[in-house]
């Protein structure tokens, strides 16, 4: 069990995130879960964590307000010092055809996607550096990776968190923190209501949405210790679309 083990979930409270929190929580890490606006979903995985006999805790903050983070971080680092993991999960999506994308829905979808890459980890980093282990582990998407028609904010905010991704893992591998991405396919949240499933789903040569466990899994072991030659990765969880 890996208790003193204390890792960072943004986005916990629901979809993929709120998967990888469950199962960090049973491979026996404490988790710092993060919510911004649902906190009826932050509670209810506050207590099945706590009824499963796992160490939670809730911290509220919106990713894209870099005051409000470095104000919740910094407490988060004075209350538990290094963090051994981060997950960088939450995220938005404002899709729309790019004539007819706004200005605002452009800058929501950078601010919080990309800013919250930096607003999120920046303020953690010198606690980590210093004891010289950690795992860093953002959730970009297939989007970033092969962009996807209405999707020209996502796509973008996406590729730049693999970039960024790469970068930082090349600056942190010689204090033995690993930073990796997961790139998720089409997977069963509430974020594919609406695309075109009748027209995207032939296009998976396994001919179905993934599930959130299955992204889950992959974070977990990245946390693990057996991951710890592993950095500057960019793994997909797609089904084989790309």
């Not at 964590?49 to 903050?61: H, P, T």
């Not at 890459?117 to 950690?134: A, D, E, H, T």
């Amino acid at each position: 069990m890996d208790t003193e083990k204390k890792v960072l979930i943004t986005g916990a409270s629901r979809g993929i995130g709120r998967a990888i929190a469950l199962a960090a929580a049973e491979a026996g890490y404490y988790l710092i879960a993060h919510y911004h606006r649902n906190e009826e979903a932050a509670r209810s995985l506050l207590n099945e964590v706590n009824s499963k006999g796992g160490n939670i805790e809730l911290v509220r903050f919106d990713i894209a307000d870099r005051a409000e983070c470095r104000e919740r971080l910094e407490g988060l680092t004075a209350a538990h010092g290094a963090l051994w993991g981060i997950i960088c999960n939450a995220g938005i999506c404002a899709d729309n055809a790019f004539p007819a994308l706004t200005g605002e829905n452009w800058d929501s979808v950078i601010h919080t996607n990309l800013d919250g890459f930096y607003n999120v980890l920046q303020p953690l980093m010198m606690p980590i550096c210093r004891k010289k282990q950690g795992r860093i582990i953002t959730i970009a998407s297939a989007s970033g990776i092969i962009g996807n028609r209405g999707q020209v904010n996502y796509s973008a905010s996406k590729a730049g968190i693999i970039g960024a991704s790469k970068a930082l893992a090349v600056e942190l591998a010689s204090r033995s923190i690993t930073v990796n991405c997961i790139a998720p396919g089409i997977i069963e949240t509430d974020m594919v209501q609406g695309l075109p499933l009748d027209a995207a789903l032939p296009l998976i040569p396994m001919k179905r949405m993934g599930k959130p466990e299955e992204v889950a899994a992959l974070a977990v072991f990245l946390l693990s210790g057996a991951a710890s030659y592993i950095t500057r990765q960019v793994i997909s969880v797609n089904g084989g679309l790309v």
